[in-house]
Each structure stands twice: as C-alpha cells, then as structure tokens.
C-alpha cells in the first residue's frame, strides 16, 4: 500500500486545518487507520486511530479537537483539526495496520504501512 498525506501548512493558533491521506493498493475500510505526529527533536505520537468498524480513539492531547474519519469511497482519511496550538506543530504521518482491529493505545510499532508526511505549523 502507498499513502500520501496531504494538507499542512502553516495556522495561526486557534485555526482549523483538514489533513488529508490518499492511499493506493489496500482499501482503507478493511483496515485499523492512524495518525501520527512527530515534533522537532521528539518521538513520533499517536494522535489518532479509526477500525474497520468506525470506532475512533484519541490521544488525550487532542480529544475534543481533532476528529478522524475516512472516506471508503474514495480511499482516504481524514484528520481534520480545531482550534490549533503551538504544540500541534509537527510533521504528521497517517498509518496503515494490516489488521481490521486496532490494538490498544496508539502506538507506532503496530502500523506497518507509513506515508512520507506533511508538516504542520502552529504560530502563536
């Protein structure tokens, strides 16, 4: 499978912004879906996770703003997100694990599939 993330750019704290994923070669709705960031200097973080079923989780620093979703038409997922902070500022990552289930948390090691990134810029 290929992903492709698209969408960042840079937003002025309190701003929204759509990112999206394009995948090619698996169909996003047999799968557990994620989204991962990764600051300057810092450890890639799960952000986000949604099953094959519909059912999301979120990391505690984005419950309540951010919401993932995925379009099984058109093969994509979606994080779209709201009222932006300066410590949102990352390179963000959408994942792909070859399993209909998402394992517990959001941790990296249990996608296999990564798309090259798009950086998002929080200014205060």
């Known amino acids: 499978v290929q992903l492709v993330e698209s969408g960042g750019t840079s937003v002025q704290a309190g701003g929204s912004l759509t990112l999206s994923c394009a995948g090619s070669?698996?169909?996003?709705?047999?799968?557990?879906m994620g989204w991962f960031r990764q600051a300057s200097g810092k450890e890639r973080e799960g952000v986000a996770k949604?099953?094959?079923?519909?059912?999301?989780y979120y990391a505690d620093s984005v419950e309540g703003r951010f919401t993932i979703s995925r379009d099984n038409v058109k093969n994509m997922l979606y994080l779209q997100m709201n009222s932006l902070k300066p410590e949102d500022t990352a390179m963000y990552y959408c994942?792909?694990?070859?399993?209909?289930?998402?394992?517990?948390?959001?941790?990296?090691?249990?996608?296999?599939?990564w798309g090259q990134g798009t950086q998002v810029t929080v200014s205060s």
């Open positions: 994942a792909l694990r070859r399993n209909r289930y998402c394992a517990a948390g959001i941790r990296a090691t249990d996608f296999g599939s």
């Open positions: 070669g698996d169909r996003f709705s047999s799968y557990c």
């Open positions: 949604l099953n094959s079923a519909g059912s999301t």
